[in-house]
């Protein structure tokens, strides 16, 4: 199967959306999977870490931390020609991307949305997003949500609770173990 993760950033870039986006290729990884993000920089960068294939969308404007780019049409384009994906995996909360994913998805592709985070601060442009955000989850086959509790209080997800599915999130428990270097 090919999965493709639609993320904000990927590592090195560090947060906990992408955290738990690569914790999810890197043990994904007898599939294929490969990652399609910004950069935190302008150009366009396809890499490779850890054996996945990251194509990074140069990023032109951020505003209310959403990063913005028109090349990140012909890219997905490119993602979805060359990596023919069987999935996508899409982490919200990503509203322009989510947009192009929208215009550009081919038919017969699962698409699961991982739902880490209601938009809240952003409430001015909430009801440009809105839109998007709806088509996403109609459009989508799984909701994956990290806690019941969550599900059940987050609004947007209230009319598709029948395709939330609960999964926790993980984590690396070796960067967690001491050793005898470690001071305490």
């Not at 999977?33 to 951020?62: M, Q």
Request: some cysteine; proline content about 5%.
């Amino acid at each position: 199967m090919r999965i493709l993760h639609i993320s904000k950033y990927y590592f090195p870039y560090i947060g906990g959306v992408e955290n738990i986006c690569k914790y999810i290729a890197d043990n994904t990884q007898n599939h294929e999977v490969a990652i399609l993000c910004f950069n935190d920089g302008n150009k366009n960068v396809i890499d490779e870490v850890d054996g996945i294939r990251v194509y990074r969308v140069g990023n032109w404007l951020n505003i209310s931390r959403q990063a913005l780019s028109l090349r990140y049409f012909s890219m997905m384009k490119k993602v979805l020609r060359e990596f023919k994906p069987d999935v996508i995996h899409f982490h919200w909360a990503n509203p322009f991307p989510a947009s192009v994913l929208l215009m550009l998805m081919p038919k017969g592709v699962k698409l699961i949305v991982h739902w880490h985070m209601d938009i809240i601060k952003q409430s001015v442009i909430y009801k440009f997003i809105k839109p998007v955000e709806t088509a996403l989850l109609k459009r989508a086959d799984i909701i994956v949500c990290t806690s019941p509790r969550y599900a059940e209080h987050s609004m947007p997800l209230q009319p598709f609770k029948d395709k939330i599915r609960i999964v926790p999130n993980a984590m690396d428990e070796s960067k967690f173990l001491l050793t005898d270097n470690d001071k305490i």
